[in-house]
Structures are given as structure tokens and as C-alpha cells.
């Protein structure tokens, strides 16, 4: 990946200022405190200049930034943290300390499963930023309906952990990024359930 990695850092800094990668903190295996690597896809300072979530729309995202998001290039750098041990290729989606302080004894059985850069979640939610564009108050509809929706579906790694369980998901996360622009995987029920609640929102 390291030639592919070079030509987006090389994009990312002849289109716009500020560091090639964005660093934020995530809670892990175990409840551990660690930092994310991605690819930086906003403009410098965007954390000063709105909320923490993210809409398809944001004016914050640079026009290298949509491609990287689009085709989640951005990922890539959690390489890093795979070969730091802080992640594994799949698992349950990391999320900030904020969000996590809010979650449930049930909720928090996801920590017993080290976090990755691909997930059930992932697979399902590939339009997330699309979804929260639609809805009035995304910071709300974040936390209360898509939160406890991730955890639901990241259930299915602590229930499923297994050499095999991964390999599925790890192709379908190819077949996702490729094929499945044309032939979308299964839309997960959930998934349905959380685009009727969006109304409320």
C-alpha cells in the first residue's frame, strides 16, 4: 500500500494546508485510550469551525478529501495502528471517549473485541455522512439513533469472533468497494429500521 499511500499524501498537501494525517483519540481493546491515523480529509482547524460529526455536504471537506471519504482511502493509515497492535483489519469501529462515556454496561461488551478498520457496521453504514445529511440535527441523531445502531451491529464480532467470521467480512468489504457499486450487498434489517426514524430527526 506504501506507493498508493505516497500519491494521496503527495495530493493531500499540494491541495490544501495542513498536516497529511489526522490523529484522534479512540477507545479500544480493553477500554484502552489510543490514536487513530487517517488520512486528514477537512480543512486545517475544522474541529474550530463546526461539530464533531460529520455530513456528506460539510463545506469543511476539501475536494481531495470527498474522493478519499467516497473510496475510504482515508483509512488506509490505520495500517499504522494494526502494526501497532492498537487495531485489528476487522472489528468494531472505534469511537471517541465523548461518546463512550455514554454507553451502557451492555454496550460496552464491545471492548472485549479489538477495534478495526473494517466492520459489520462499515459494510452497512457505507453512507452514513448521506444519511445524517438528511436529518435536522445530526449531532442528535448521531448519539441517539446511529451510536446504539453501531453497537447492535458490532455485536455480531463479539458473538462471531473468528478467523472465518473476519475473512467474510473482509470480503465483502472488497466486493463493497468494487462489484458492489453495481450489486450492493443485502441492506441489513436494521439498517431499514433506522431509515424510519430518521423522521424524527
Known amino acids: 500500500m506504501a506507493p498508493l499511500m505516497t500519491v494521496v499524501?503527495?495530493?493531500i498537501k499540494a491541495t490544501s494546508?495542513?498536516?497529511v494525517f489526522f490523529r484522534?483519540?479512540?477507545v479500544g481493546w480493553k477500554e484502552k485510550v489510543f490514536r487513530v491515523y487517517k488520512f486528514r480529509t477537512m480543512v486545517e482547524g475544522a474541529e474550530d469551525l463546526g461539530t464533531s460529526v460529520t455530513t456528506q455536504?460539510?463545506?469543511r471537506i476539501t475536494s481531495v478529501g470527498r474522493v478519499l471519504r467516497r473510496t475510504k482511502l482515508d483509512e488506509l493509515p490505520q495500517l499504522i495502528n494494526v502494526f501497532k497492535g492498537d487495531m485489528s483489519l476487522v472489528g468494531p469501529r472505534p469511537d471517541v471517549p465523548e461518546i463512550v462515556r455514554n454507553y451502557n454496561p451492555e454496550m460496552r461488551r464491545i471492548f472485549h473485541v479489538r477495534p478495526g478498520i473494517t466492520s459489520v457496521a462499515t459494510l452497512h453504514l457505507k453512507d452514513e455522512e448521506g444519511i445524517m445529511a438528511k436529518v435536522n440535527d445530526p449531532d442528535r441523531f448521531y448519539e441517539d439513533v446511529l451510536v446504539p445502531l453501531k453497537i447492535r451491529l458490532a455485536m455480531a464480532h463479539v458473538?462471531?469472533?473468528s478467523f472465518l467470521f473476519d475473512l467474510k467480512i473482509l470480503c465483502q468489504?472488497?466486493?463493497m468497494l468494487t462489484l458492489g457499486r453495481w450489486r450492493p450487498i443485502e441492506e441489513h434489517p436494521e439498517v431499514g429500521k433506522l431509515k424510519d426514524n430518521m423522521i424524527n430527526f
Open 173 to 175: 468489504t472488497i466486493w
Open 159 to 161: 458473538h462471531n469472533n
Open 9 to 11: 499524501a503527495i495530493l
Open 17 to 19: 494546508r495542513g498536516p
Open 24 to 26: 484522534q483519540e479512540r
Open 57 to 59: 455536504n460539510d463545506p
